[in-house]
């Protein structure tokens, strides 16, 4: 996704460097609306979401005139002293008196009923002004985290980044897309808050990167949280977000979280629901009590109940949590409690925040129960004939497929005859599935097949037109992301233009379809990295598995990299795997590649996409029996797991560095080298 820089809004001349009074520094609030609305600095000053210069400054006494600009704007403030922490403003006619932010920001006093805006589902935009305050005075061993120069807002599960970049006093200015009003992740790893936007906004954002900085050696990270940090909005929904952060600091330390329920397998249903009910109850209980000590807006108030309610159905749904019960239906009573206690339809709801959608996933999921899909090696034969992509080779072993079918069900009472017409049929499938364009298609024909019966589960569950399509759009761009292949059948692609006719889900949805088109038809350049696994066919022992595989590279040293199609860390280590064979190409070291569960179709698709072929990289898709059996030897229990192999064959480090930690890696494969 492309930045939109905001050229000129960070562009301070700063040819007039005006004095102001010192006691005069730092963020001012109104003391009869709670808006943060001014802030004075060393270089410039803050109004009105926006960076102004100084272009005059006289102070006598406890009164000071102060003149601003900004894009030819002249703005002069007559403000008076009146003790260390509250000062009066007059801005031309208007006159207030502001109380300096120490770390807290101050209770609003007045009502707000403004209501979020209607959804219109189509692609807007907001834009986040900020200053990060001692940005340029982090200390030397909190840079690498703390210090990096850019800021990203986006989705937790990264469907859509934007980055701007921070200049050397702190300061950044971002437009971003926007779908309706949402709860956006912004600068997660120093930030670290959810902020909440609405189309066409425009929101200030000031934190001390001091109060930001975590010293886990030093600091209890719960102390860290509760610690006072000075962090204000300005700006729209500033006052929303700035509830939300005095919220966040009070729930912290309530020791509820239905996020965390006991992991006790012998509950039935109706306990796990009465148990998850009672901590919901609890934190309601809290929200409440806060809502009547406080004066909150309505937005506030719908977006934190909704909130815990969303949460809450999402625990519920979570079969994950069930370890005993993961694929089993839930009880009846459980899902008609859920069914007549969550609403499925509110379209205020469907982007605002995370939880709801993840509550309708596993909504879905757990409602239609388990899916399977049955079919014969002849049916993509017939598929091929319909697609009118089958080849005289293929229409042959599929004719003879059939002929010896047929044989096999005529010869019921001969169990020899059986026996030996099951073989042949078996090495007719075997040759077919070793034919590159039949492995194609019948990858697709079973992608598709169960995508088709999320969307019939979809279909029935499902009512409203918006919920339906995003939804919907959502399951196709995972689609895409899980198996890395273009819509393929003629029928699935008109099934995508009958489901998906919203511009905000449509082209993107068709861009993502055409880069895959454009990697399926790229050619496989050194297709010798793809090893043929033939060979191996028939090895039931993992040591002698083992041993085959790294025999033809004993003299190396071997980095053995166990990953899968279906596994997004994987990928996303696998993209910074080029510099590092890059600078191990001429050296005796191999790359070795094998994938866990992943279709042929797919994991040729990933291997273009991440360009990892070459003379010293090697792939094996073995079959599952083996996989899982070399797996069990070597005890991987998770993905990517990473092990180096010596010059002997032997495995000398069996948890390697991941690929994103390259000097580390680097490191231990030359040590390895050296021996």
């Known amino acids: 996704m492309r930045n939109i820089a905001l050229l000129g809004l960070l562009a301070l001349s700063m040819t007039v460097q005006a004095q102001i009074p010192a006691t005069l520094t730092g963020n001012w609030i109104n003391m009869d609306t709670g808006n943060w609305e001014y802030g004075f600095f060393e270089q410039f000053a803050i109004h009105d979401c926006a960076f102004w210069e100084y272009a005059a400054g006289q102070t006598k006494g406890k009164t000071s005139k102060i003149v601003l600009q900004k894009d030819g704007k002249t703005l002069t403030l007559n403000v008076k002293q009146k ?3 509250v000062i009066s403003i007059k801005n031309g006619r208007l006159k207030s008196d502001f109380l300096l932010m120490r770390k807290l920001i101050p209770d609003y006093k007045t009502a707000d009923a403004t209501p979020f805006p209607e959804p219109k589902f189509r692609r807007d935009s907001a834009t986040l002004i900020g200053y990060y305050r001692n940005f340029d005075k982090i200390p030397d061993n909190f840079m690498e985290r703390y210090g990096k120069n850019y800021i990203e807002i986006g989705k937790e599960e990264s469907d859509g980044i934007t980055r701007a970049t921070i200049d050397s006093l702190g300061r950044f200015a971002i437009t971003f897309p926007l779908v309706n009003t949402q709860q956006l992740h912004v600068d997660i790893r120093r930030l670290g808050r959810k902020v909440v936007f609405s189309p066409n906004d425009t929101i200030f954002v000031f934190a ?113 949590r069930r370890h005993n019960k993961r694929w089993q239906p839930f009880d009846t009573e459980y899902m008609n409690y859920i069914k007549s206690e969550i609403p499925l339809y509110k379209p205020e709801l469907y982007t605002l925040f995370d939880d709801f959608m993840d509550f309708f996933d596993n909504f879905i999921t757990c409602s239609s129960g388990q899916k399977s899909v049955s079919y014969g090696t002849d049916t993509i034969g017939d598929v091929m004939e319909e697609e009118n992509i089958i080849t005289p080779e293929i229409r042959d072993a599929v004719v003879r497929y059939r002929k010896l079918m047929e044989q096999f069900v005529s010869e019921a009472a001969d169990t020899l005859k059986k026996k030996k017409t099951y073989e042949k049929m078996l090495a007719v499938a ?61 029928e699935e692609k008109a099934e995508f233009d009958r489901r998906i006719t919203n511009p905000l889900y ?7 379809n055409k880069y895959y088109q454009e990697l399926e038809n790229r050619t496989l350049a050194e297709e010798s990295s793809l090893k043929n696994t033939d060979s191996l066919a028939g090895i039931e022992d993992a040591e002698e598995l083992l041993k085959k595989l790294t025999e033809p590279y004993l003299g190396k040293v071997i980095y053995l ?32 590649y094998l994938a866990n569960n992943s279709p042929g179709t797919t994991w040729e698709s990933v291997i273009k996409e991440m360009n990892l072929l070459g003379n010293n990289i090697v792939h094996y898709r073995l079959p599952g029996a083996q996989q899982a059996m070399i797996e069990r030897h070597l005890k991987v229990n998770m993905f990517p797991s990473y092990f180096i192999i010596g010059r002997d064959g032997k495995i000398v480090n069996s948890a390697a560095p991941s690929p994103k930690y390259p000097a580390q890696l680097n490191s231990e494969l030359e040590k390895w080298l050296e021996k």
């Open 208 to 320: 001390d990167v001091n109060d930001l900085i975590w010293d886990y050696m030093k600091e209890d990270y719960y102390a860290y949280i509760l610690r006072d940090k000075q962090i204000i909005f300005m700006g729209d929904n500033a006052r929303l977000n700035n509830e939300l952060l005095q919220y966040t600091e009070a729930k912290i330390s309530v020791p509820l979280s239905s996020d965390s329920p006991e992991q006790k397998t012998e509950r039935t249903d109706i306990e796990y629901l009465d148990y998850c009910k009672n901590i919901y109850a609890q934190r309601l209980a809290h929200l409440d009590n806060y809502m009547a000590t406080h004066m909150v807006s309505e937005k506030f108030r719908l977006l934190e109940t909704e909130t815990e309610r969303y949460r809450f159905a999402y625990s519920l749904l979570c079969v994950s």
């Open 83 to 85: 003790n260390d922490s």
């Open 430 to 490: 075997v040759e077919l599935s070793n034919n590159k364009e039949f492995r194609k298609v019948n990858d697709n024909y079973v992608r598709n097949m169960f995508f088709k019966l999320e969307l019939a589960a979809a279909d029935s569950l499902i009512q409203e037109p918006h919920l339906k399509e995003m939804w919907t759009a959502r399951q196709y761009a995972d689609m895409f992301e899980s198996n890395r292949v273009p819509l393929f059948f003629r």
């Open 506 to 512: 449509r082209e993107p949805l068709l861009a993502t």
């Open 561 to 592: 990299d166990f990953w899968g199609t279906w596994c997004g860390p994987c990928r996303e280590n696998m993209k910074l795997m080029g510099n590092i064979e890059e600078h191990f190409k001429d050296k005796d070291v191999i790359f070795m």
